[in-house]
């Protein structure tokens, strides 16, 4: 499988830049560039279409987003979580996304229900496929957030989600993971939808704790 989709980079009406920061962002969620994985910037010229230049803005913007990293000698890679860094990202998504759980019980509308039931349809339907379910649930994720009604929320869930989406890859890669995963957001959908607001939050937060645990905990 190519690591990128195939055509050409659309020229208009979204910088290039952010184009190709687009393309290399949904590889590496997707892990279709693994964690320490060098990044040749003559390939990513190849598969991208764009120019080196464009390239090598694209792959700073990344950097600052926490998804690549420069190494002396070496280039750029992706960045590779620790489990420190794991913990610390499953540490705020829990306030956050905790959060977004117990406003959007609060505060959705009709519309934002069905559209939430509608995410976890879509996401029930890709069940098994790790590539496919990333961004399901990154959808489903979306929606609660929107729905939650609070500007401020979002914006801090936006700054999180790119590493939020590469946490999510390597819980989802272990064994077994999806199903439990898929279980706990099917709850979480419930509880949402109905209106239950310290439900909804406790089970956003204990989705993440089980998610937490498949990286910060041994294998047993």
């Known amino acids: 499988m190519d690591t990128f989709p195939a055509g050409a980079v659309e020229r208009a009406p979204a910088l290039i830049r952010d184009q190709v920061a687009a393309q290399i962002r949904d590889a590496i969620a997707e892990q279709r560039l693994a964690p320490g994985q060098l990044l040749v910037e003559r390939e990513l010229c190849e598969t991208t279409t764009a120019s080196r230049a464009t390239v090598r803005e694209a792959l700073r913007q990344l950097e600052s987003e926490g998804l690549v990293s420069s190494t002396n000698g070496r280039g750029t890679v992706v960045t590779v979580l620790s489990t420190e860094d794991a913990r610390h990202i499953y540490e705020v998504r829990s306030a956050l996304e905790g959060l977004a759980g117990r406003l959007f019980a609060e505060r959705a509308s009709a519309e934002d229900r069905a559209s939430l039931l509608g995410a976890m349809a879509e996401l029930e339907r890709v069940a098994g ?92």
Request: charged share 30%; proline share 1%; aromatic share 4%.
């Open 129 to 220: 496929d790790t590539r496919a379910m990333l961004k399901a649930k990154t959808a489903f994720y979306d929606v609660l957030t929107q729905g939650a009604r609070n500007g401020e929320l979002t914006r801090s869930l936006q700054a999180l989600t790119r590493r939020v989406t590469l946490v999510r890859a390597m819980s989802l890669s272990r064994e077994g993971r999806w199903k439990e995963s898929l279980a706990e957001v099917r709850a979480i959908c419930s509880a949402a939808v109905a209106g239950d607001a310290n439900e909804a939050e406790r089970l956003c937060r204990e989705h993440i704790r089980q998610a937490a645990k498949t990286l910060t905990e041994p294998d047993s």
